[in-house]
C-alpha cells in the first residue's frame, strides 16, 4: 500500500525540482526526504526519480504516480470536507492568507462576520505574496488564500489546487498632479483614456516607482510599461501603495496602482484609470471547498467586498 505522505512528498518534488527545496518547505531535512522517497520507490517496485545534476527528475513512472498523487489528495480533502460538515458547529484554527490591500479593505468585516455567525472558529491571518501562496497551501502552512492577478501578469494554473472569483478591481497611473488641470481636481480619477500605450508613454521619461522584484505587482507595471513600448527607468521599489503614492505625492516619480491601493484623496497626486485591472480570486486545495469552514469563509468574503468594485472578468 503506497503511504500517502509520501506520495505528498513526490508531488512537492515534481513541483520544486530539488530534494533541499522540498525539505525546505515541508520543514523535514534532506536526508529525511531522501529516504521516505526512497521507501516510496520500493512501496512501487521500480524508479521513480533520476538524478540530473543537483536536481532530480522524475520517471515516466513517477510522473505517473504524481497524477495518481493530485486525485488521491483531493479525495482526501473532499473526505475531511465531508467529515466536518458532519460536526456539530465549526471550531479550531483556519488558516488564512491574504495580500496588504485586502486585508485592511476586505478581510475585517469578513472575520466580523465570521466571528457573529460561527464564534468558535479561529480564522488566523497571514499575510502572503500571491506568489508564494501555492506552495504554502500544498504543504499546509495554509487552508485558504486571497490571490490576485493582473491583464498583463495572469496567475499560472497550479496543480492540486482550485481558485474561486471575488472581484475586480480597475488601475490607475498615479503622478505628480499639474499645477492646473482644468479637468479635474487633482487626486480625483479620470476615466480611462482609449489608448492605455499612450498614457503610460506620456511618463517614458520618468522615473518610476514599482514594487520589489519577484512580485506580481512589479511585473505587472513593467509588462504594462513594455507593451506601450518602453521599458521604465525604476527608482524606488516599495510594496505598500500608501507609501508608493506618497513617493508620488513627493514629485520622486509615476506609479501604476490598483483601486484599493488608493485610500484617499491627495492634492499632489494626479490619478488616471488605466484600461487594464487586478483580479482577485479565492485559492484553496482541490477537494477543499465543501470544507465548511472554507466555504463559510468564502461567502464571508463575497459578502464584505464594497459595491464599487467590478465583478471579474472570466477571462485572464
Same mark, same amino acid.
Given at each position: 500500500?503506497?503511504?500517502? @505522505? +509520501?506520495?505528498?512528498? &513526490?508531488?512537492? $518534488?515534481?513541483?520544486?525540482?530539488?530534494?533541499?527545496?522540498?525539505?525546505?518547505?515541508?520543514?523535514?531535512?534532506?536526508?529525511?526526504?531522501?529516504?521516505?522517497?526512497?521507501?516510496?520507490?520500493?512501496?512501487?517496485?521500480?524508479?521513480?526519480?533520476?538524478?540530473?545534476? @543537483?536536481?532530480? +527528475? *522524475?520517471?515516466?513512472?513517477?510522473?505517473?504516480?504524481?497524477?495518481?498523487?493530485?486525485?488521491?489528495?483531493?479525495?482526501?480533502?473532499?473526505?475531511?470536507?465531508? &467529515?466536518?460538515?458532519?460536526?456539530?458547529? *465549526?471550531?479550531?484554527?483556519?488558516?488564512?492568507? =491574504?495580500?496588504? #490591500? %485586502?486585508?485592511?479593505?476586505?478581510?475585517?468585516?469578513?472575520?466580523?462576520?465570521?466571528? +457573529?455567525?460561527?464564534?468558535?472558529?479561529?480564522?488566523?491571518?497571514?499575510?502572503?505574496?500571491?506568489?508564494?501562496?501555492?506552495? %504554502?497551501?500544498?504543504?499546509?502552512?495554509?487552508?485558504?488564500? *486571497?490571490?490576485?492577478?493582473?491583464?498583463?501578469?495572469?496567475?499560472?494554473?497550479?496543480?492540486?489546487?482550485? /481558485?474561486?472569483?471575488?472581484?475586480?478591481?480597475?488601475?490607475?497611473?498615479?503622478?505628480?498632479?499639474?499645477?492646473?488641470?482644468? /479637468?479635474?481636481?487633482?487626486? #480625483?480619477?479620470?476615466?480611462?483614456?482609449?489608448?492605455?500605450?499612450?498614457?503610460?508613454?506620456?511618463?517614458?521619461?520618468?522615473?518610476?516607482?514599482?514594487?520589489?522584484?519577484?512580485? $506580481?505587482?512589479?511585473?505587472?507595471?513593467?509588462?504594462?510599461?513594455?507593451?506601450?513600448?518602453?521599458?521604465?527607468?525604476?527608482?524606488?521599489?516599495?510594496?505598500?501603495?500608501?507609501?508608493?503614492?506618497?513617493?508620488?505625492?513627493?514629485?520622486?516619480?509615476?506609479?501604476?496602482?490598483?483601486?484599493?491601493?488608493?485610500?484617499?484623496?491627495?492634492?499632489?497626486?494626479?490619478? #488616471?484609470?488605466? $484600461?487594464?485591472?487586478? +483580479? #482577485?480570486?479565492?485559492?484553496?486545495? =482541490?477537494?477543499?471547498?465543501?470544507?465548511?469552514?472554507?466555504?463559510?469563509?468564502?461567502?464571508?468574503?463575497?459578502? %464584505?467586498?464594497?459595491?464599487? *468594485?467590478?465583478?471579474?472578468?472570466?477571462?485572464?
Amino acid at each position: 500500500m503506497l503511504d500517502v @505522505r +509520501r506520495l505528498r512528498l &513526490l508531488r512537492e $518534488l515534481a513541483r520544486r525540482g530539488t530534494i533541499a527545496a522540498v525539505a525546505e518547505a515541508l520543514a523535514f531535512s534532506p536526508s529525511a526526504v531522501s529516504q521516505q522517497l526512497g521507501v516510496l520507490e520500493r512501496e512501487a517496485g521500480l524508479p521513480l526519480l533520476e538524478r540530473t545534476g @543537483r536536481r532530480v +527528475r *522524475l520517471t515516466p513512472a513517477g510522473e505517473d504516480l504524481v497524477r495518481h498523487a493530485e486525485a488521491v489528495l483531493e479525495r482526501l480533502e473532499r473526505a475531511e470536507a465531508d &467529515l466536518a460538515e458532519a460536526r456539530t458547529g *465549526l471550531a479550531g484554527a483556519l488558516r488564512v492568507g =491574504s495580500f496588504p #490591500t %485586502a486585508t485592511r479593505a476586505i478581510v475585517p468585516a469578513a472575520l466580523m462576520a465570521l466571528a +457573529r455567525r460561527h464564534p468558535r472558529l479561529e480564522p488566523m491571518v497571514c499575510e502572503t505574496d500571491p506568489a508564494a501562496v501555492a506552495h %504554502a497551501l500544498r504543504a499546509g502552512d495554509l487552508d485558504v488564500a *486571497l490571490v490576485h492577478e493582473y491583464d498583463f501578469v495572469p496567475a499560472p494554473r497550479e496543480p492540486g489546487l482550485t /481558485t474561486e472569483p471575488l472581484y475586480g478591481e480597475a488601475m490607475y497611473l498615479a503622478a505628480p498632479a499639474a499645477p492646473a488641470a482644468p /479637468t479635474a481636481p487633482a487626486g #480625483t480619477p479620470e476615466e480611462a483614456g482609449r489608448d492605455q500605450g499612450a498614457v503610460l508613454r506620456t511618463h517614458a521619461e520618468a522615473p518610476w516607482i514599482t514594487a520589489t522584484p519577484g512580485t $506580481l505587482c512589479h511585473a505587472m507595471t513593467v509588462r504594462a510599461c513594455q507593451a506601450a513600448g518602453f521599458t521604465p527607468r525604476v527608482r524606488h521599489q516599495v510594496d505598500e501603495f500608501a507609501t508608493v503614492l506618497a513617493l508620488v505625492a513627493a514629485g520622486q516619480g509615476v506609479a501604476v496602482v490598483p483601486q484599493l491601493g488608493i485610500t484617499g484623496a491627495d492634492h499632489a497626486v494626479g490619478l #488616471t484609470r488605466l $484600461l487594464m485591472e487586478r +483580479r #482577485t480570486q479565492l485559492a484553496f486545495r =482541490s477537494g477543499a471547498g465543501a470544507h465548511p469552514a472554507v466555504a463559510a469563509f468564502g461567502a464571508a468574503l463575497r459578502a %464584505a467586498v464594497p459595491p464599487e *468594485l467590478a465583478s471579474p472578468r472570466a477571462e485572464a
